[in-house]
């Protein structure tokens, strides 16, 4: 399947939109100083290049769900940040039976506190992900705490380096590994050394890409949620409570046309965001690190967040549209990139209002 982004997508920039792309198809990006991975690619739904498209990502979760059958006892769904992030929300979301999800994250977080997903005390697993511009993941789990299945949420395999890295370091969790992508870019011999493996382990693995799937089935699979996962990132209650009170009111209060979520911190965002009927959504867009350059098609405009310590952050294709009214949404860590996006709206006449979510 082509994953190359043509003009006349649809996206922005583009002068003669076409049919919408399948809620699948990724687009090319090329990332900025990185020479040893030049291409990367990016989903148009989970609001780095274009506003969060809910019924794409809903699409997106229902085929996959057709795929996972249920499963006795919990599921943990893992997403891999920052681009999986929104992908697995959603698939926790319609995946039949229990689920924990939990997020991995570049961020110095502490344990899971008692009873926050499961009992006992917090374990960090930690993991790299070569050649990235942020290489040193970590995934926090109740210690002990095993599950029959793990599914992993990628929105790409492009070697399989990372994937490999993370399931050795989770290797005692489950017996049963389910990865979800949209692409899997992988060659042959890479997928058969981590099947060679994982079979030394007796690990049952398999690989479920979703690149193929361009149609929507006609009926959902029985017994899918309702209720949204609320603290993938183990937050403390009343730390997580409070920072969903705190963003209902400042909504309610400011009416905002754009929704800028700087990070990893999308979990609180999204619970509020969901809870407001769909005509009353603002414009959801992502803030990410992800380093790309301005291509012409995927990428068409690019707006530097430099502010040290911090890493540098980005938002993709902010000409297409700036809202009068914003709220910008972030951590302690990504403070000083809200202040710069929050002088950068001003300087356009936005009247913004800034939200830090305590981290955990």
């Known amino acids: ?34 020479p040893l991975r030049r291409r ?35 599921t943990l769904v893992i997403g891999m940040t920052e681009s999986a992030l929104l992908l697995s ?5 319609r995946l039949r039976g229990e689920v924990d999800l939990r997020f991995t994250t570049r961020e110095r977080r502490q344990d899971i506190p008692q009873g926050a997903c499961g009992n006992g005390t917090g374990q960090v697993h930690t993991f790299l992900e070569p050649h990235s511009h942020g290489p040193v ?19 790409e395999l492009t070697t399989g380096a990372t994937l490999r890295n993370l399931l050795l370091s989770i290797i005692n969790v489950a017996d049963r590994y389910h990865v979800v992508t949209l692409s899997d870019r992988r060659p042959e011999s890479l997928r058969e050394r981590l099947r060679e493996e994982m079979d030394g382990f007796g690990i049952e693995r398999r690989v479920l890409n979703r690149s193929n799937e361009e149609y929507l089935p006609s009926q959902d699979p029985p017994d899918s949620q ?32 754009g929704l800028y979520v700087i990070g990893e911190c999308v979990d609180v965002a999204l ?8 005509s ?4 959801f867009r992502h803030v990410t690190r992800s380093p790309w350059l301005v291509n012409g098609g995927a990428v068409t405009s690019r707006l530097d967040l430099i502010a040290p310590p911090a890493p540098r952050h980005f938002l993709y294709n902010w000409t297409t549209s700036l809202p009068s009214r914003a709220l910008l949404v972030g951590e302690a860590s990504t403070a000083a990139i809200a202040g710069r996006l929050r002088d950068f709206l001003l300087s356009r006449g936005a009247e913004t209002e800034t939200i830090e979510i305590p981290g955990s």
């Open 137 to 155: 993941h970590s995934l926090s789990l109740p210690s002990g705490r095993t599950y029959p299945r793990v599914v992993i949420v990628e929105d």
């Open 40 to 74: 990367g690619y990016v989903s148009p739904h989970i609001g780095k290049v274009a506003p969060l498209d809910a019924g794409a990502l809903e699409e997106i979760a229902r085929l996959a769900t057709f795929s996972l059958a249920p499963c006795p006892g919990p």
């Open 226 to 257: 309702t209720s949204s996962p609320r603290n993938p990132f183990g937050r403390p209650g009343e730390v997580l409570n409070s920072s969903l009170d705190d963003l209902s009111r400042r909504w309610r209060s400011l009416r905002p046309g």
């Open 89 to 93: 929300w959603f698939l926790a979301v």
């Open 1 to 34: 399947m082509d994953l190359l982004h043509k003009p006349g997508s649809g996206l922005p920039g583009d002068a003669s939109p076409e049919p919408k792309l399948p809620a699948t198809r990724l687009l090319a990006v090329e990332r900025d100083s990185n």
């Open 280 to 283: 009353e959504r603002p414009a």
């Open 271 to 278: 619970a509020v965001w969901e809870s407001f009927p769909a």
